[in-house]
C-alpha cells in the first residue's frame, strides 16, 4: 500500500490514569514535635543526648514554632518545666536522653507527683532490638518511674506517636495534675509512619474518668455541717489554686464569715489582707492557726491532703471537730483524717455548689480569738524577727522589706529549709498565684531552675527567688540556662553559713551537735559574674535598702548574696511527732 503524505493517521493516545497523591509521611521525631504543636507547647526544658537526637533533628525545623531552652542538666529541666506549669497553668514539657539524661529527670518528676504539677516528659531509649541488652545508656525508665508518674508508656513504633502523646497530656492535666513519661525507642523516632500525621486531642479514657462535678448528696452533707457549725475553720490547699478557684473561694469566705488559713502550697490563694485570712498551717506556721485546730468545731478542707506537716500527731489532731474534705482525689479522702462528709471533685465546682446553699453567718467573735494568738506570737517572735538589736541581718528583715518593695505582688520562690519558712512567714502576699516551693518532697536546689520556668511561664511579672546557700550550690549551673536567656530572674541567697534547718533540728533535739552542716563556701558573686550575671553582696542592715533596690531595678538577671545571722532557728515550731496545739514559741 502506497503511503500518501497528504493523508493523516488518527491515533487514539490514551488519558493517562488521574495521579494518586501519595500522603506526606513523617518520622516518628517530627511526629513527636508536631504533637507538641498541636498541644498548644510553646516552651520545652530539654537537654540533648544520643537516643534523642532525631527528635533535637526534627525541632531545628520548627524553630518559629516552638522555644527550646537548653538547661545545663537535667534535673534544672524537670524544676524549670515545674515552675513553667505551677506560675502558667500550663503543662510543663521536658525532652531528655536515656539513661543518665531519663535517671537525673528522677527527682523532679517525683517532686512533681506529689506537689500536683502537670509535667510530660519526653525521653530518648536505645532502639527496640536492643532492649533488656544493657545496651549503651540503656536504663528501664519506665520501671524506675512507675511509682512516681501518673502513667508512663514506652513507644516502639513511629505510628504509636499521635496517639500515646495525646493521652500524655490528657492524664497529665486532667483530674489531680501530675507528671507523665513518654519513652521513645530510636528506631520509632527515625522510622516514617505509615500513614499520614493526624493529631485528635484526647478528651476522655475509658480507663481513667476523674471526677469533677461533686455528687449533689455530698455538698448537700457538707453545707448542713457548715450551717451548724459554731467554730468552722476553713484551709485553703494547693487544689484552689490548680482548679482556679480563688474567686469562689472568696465569695465562700465572705458569705459564711469563715476564719480561713492557707497550707503551705495554698499560700497568695488568700490575701494576708483579707479580715478573715488568720494565717498559715503548720510545723513553722502562726501560733493561732495551730492551736486553734484542736478548738474548732469544724475543718472545711479544700484542695489539701493533710500532710503530716499540718497535723502532726494526727492521733491527737482536731478530735473535737467534724470533717469536711473537698479534694479531687478520692485516695486521700479518709487516708489521713476521717471526713465526716467527704466532696469528691474539682475545688471550683464544689464551691460553686456549695455557695448557694450555705447560710450567711457572723463568725466575727471567733475570728477575734485568733487575733489575741497573733499578739502573742507578734511579741515573741515578729516584732524580734523584723526589728532586730542583733548587728547580724535577720532573714526576715531581708524578706519583709522585699515584700514592702514589690507591694506583695511577686512571683516569689523558695528553695527548702530555714529560707523557705520565713518566706513563707514574712512575704506578705497579696495577689494570687504569688508562691512557689517544693513542698512535699522538700526538694532541695529547686528554686533556681523553678525561678527560670517561672519567668517564662509570667514574663510580665516580677520574679524574686530566695535561696539558702546550701541549695544554691545544687543547681548552681543553672545560672549558666539563665544568663544565656537574658530573663531578668531576681536571686536572693540568704546566707548563713550553714545547712539552716538541719542545724536547727541538731541545736533542738541532737545537743548542738553539729554534724556535717556547716559549710565553707565559694564567692557567689564571682561566680555569677563568670557565667554572665551581676551581682554584689550585702552584709550590712544599712546597706539593705539599697542593695534590694538595685537587684529590682536590674532588667536582666541579678544575684543579690545576703549575709545573714549564722545560727538564728525559725519559730513557732511543732516538733515532729507533737500535737499541733504543743507548738513552740522559742
Not at 457538707?222 to 494547693?238: C, D, S
Not at 519567668?455 to 530566695?466: C, L, Q, T, W
Not at 519559730?571 to 504543743?582: E, H, K, N
Request: glycine content about 8%; some cysteine; charged content about 20%.
Amino acid at each position: 500500500m502506497e503511503f500518501n503524505e497528504n493523508q493523516t493517521e488518527t491515533v487514539q493516545i490514551a488519558e493517562p490514569a488521574a495521579t494518586v497523591a501519595k500522603p506526606e509521611l513523617i518520622n516518628g521525631s517530627h511526629a513527636v514535635i508536631r504533637s507538641l504543636i498541636e498541644e498548644g507547647v510553646d516552651t520545652i526544658f530539654g537537654y540533648p543526648g544520643g537516643a534523642i537526637m532525631p527528635v533535637y533533628d526534627a525541632i531545628y525545623d520548627y524553630q518559629e514554632s516552638i522555644d527550646h531552652i537548653l538547661v545545663r542538666h537535667e534535673q534544672g529541666a524537670a524544676h524549670a518545666a515545674e515552675g513553667y506549669a505551677r506560675v502558667s497553668g500550663k503543662v510543663g514539657v521536658c525532652l531528655v536522653t536515656s539513661g543518665p539524661g531519663a535517671t537525673n529527670l528522677v527527682t523532679g518528676i517525683a517532686d512533681a507527683i506529689i506537689d500536683s504539677t502537670p509535667l510530660v516528659c519526653v525521653v530518648g531509649q536505645v532502639a527496640a532490638h536492643l532492649l533488656g541488652t544493657d545496651a549503651f545508656q540503656e536504663t528501664d525508665v519506665i520501671g524506675i518511674t512507675i511509682p512516681i508518674t501518673k502513667w508512663n508508656y514506652q513507644i516502639t513504633r513511629a505510628d504509636e506517636i499521635p496517639e500515646i502523646m495525646a493521652k500524655a497530656f490528657y492524664i497529665a492535666k486532667s483530674g489531680r495534675p501530675g507528671p507523665v513519661l513518654i519513652d521513645i525507642t530510636k528506631n520509632a523516632q527515625n522510622e516514617l509512619m505509615s500513614k499520614a500525621f493526624s493529631y485528635k486531642k484526647c478528651e476522655n479514657l475509658i480507663s481513667y474518668r476523674p471526677r469533677l462535678a461533686p455528687k449533689t448528696e455530698q455538698v448537700e452533707a457538707a453545707a448542713k455541717l457548715i450551717n451548724e457549725a459554731k467554730k468552722p475553720f476553713l484551709f485553703v490547699g494547693h487544689g484552689v489554686r490548680i482548679s482556679h478557684a480563688e474567686n469562689e473561694l472568696i465569695q465562700f469566705i465572705e458569705k459564711t464569715d469563715i476564719p480561713a488559713a492557707s497550707t503551705l502550697l495554698g499560700l497568695s490563694s488568700v490575701s494576708v489582707d483579707h479580715p478573715n485570712y488568720v494565717g498559715w498551717l503548720g510545723m513553722h506556721g502562726n501560733y493561732g492557726t495551730n492551736v486553734l485546730t484542736n478548738q474548732c468545731d469544724l475543718i472545711i478542707a479544700v484542695g489539701m491532703r493533710f500532710d503530716d506537716r499540718v497535723t502532726g500527731d494526727v492521733s491527737r489532731y482536731a478530735k473535737q471537730a467534724k470533717v469536711v474534705h473537698i479534694e479531687i482525689d478520692p485516695a486521700e479522702i479518709d487516708k489521713i483524717v476521717k471526713a465526716d462528709a467527704p466532696v469528691v471533685g474539682d475545688a471550683k465546682l464544689a464551691l460553686e455548689m456549695l455557695l448557694p446553699l450555705v447560710k450567711e453567718n457572723d463568725h466575727k467573735s471567733w475570728i477575734a480569738e485568733f487575733k489575741k494568738f497573733d499578739v502573742i506570737e507578734n511579741e515573741k517572735i515578729t516584732q524580734p524577727e523584723l526589728a532586730p538589736t542583733t548587728e547580724k541581718i535577720k532573714m526576715a528583715e531581708v524578706i519583709r522589706t522585699l515584700s514592702d518593695k514589690t507591694k506583695g505582688e511577686a512571683v516569689v520562690l523558695a528553695d527548702v529549709g530555714q529560707h523557705q519558712m520565713m518566706t513563707a512567714r514574712y512575704y506578705q502576699f497579696k495577689k494570687p498565684n504569688s508562691f512557689i516551693t517544693s513542698g512535699g518532697l522538700g526538694t532541695m536546689g529547686y528554686a533556681l531552675p523553678a525561678a527560670f520556668g517561672a519567668k517564662v511561664g509570667a514574663p510580665d511579672r516580677e520574679v524574686v527567688a530566695f535561696i539558702g546557700d546550701g541549695c544554691f550550690q545544687m543547681t548552681i549551673q543553672e545560672l549558666g540556662t539563665i544568663a544565656q536567656s537574658g530573663l531578668p530572674v531576681k536571686i536572693i541567697i540568704l546566707n548563713n553559713n550553714f545547712l539552716g534547718m538541719v542545724r536547727q533540728w541538731q541545736q533542738l533535739f541532737h545537743q548542738k551537735r553539729y554534724s556535717f552542716v556547716e559549710l565553707q563556701n565559694p564567692d557567689f558573686i564571682t561566680i555569677a559574674k563568670g557565667f554572665g550575671i551581676n551581682g554584689h553582696t550585702c552584709s550590712s542592715r544599712d546597706n539593705l535598702q539599697d542593695s534590694l533596690d538595685t537587684l529590682l531595678a536590674s532588667d536582666k538577671p541579678y544575684l543579690l548574696e545576703v549575709i545573714v545571722e549564722n545560727e538564728e532557728n525559725v519559730f513557732p515550731m511543732v516538733p515532729t511527732g507533737a500535737c499541733v496545739s504543743d507548738i513552740r514559741l522559742e
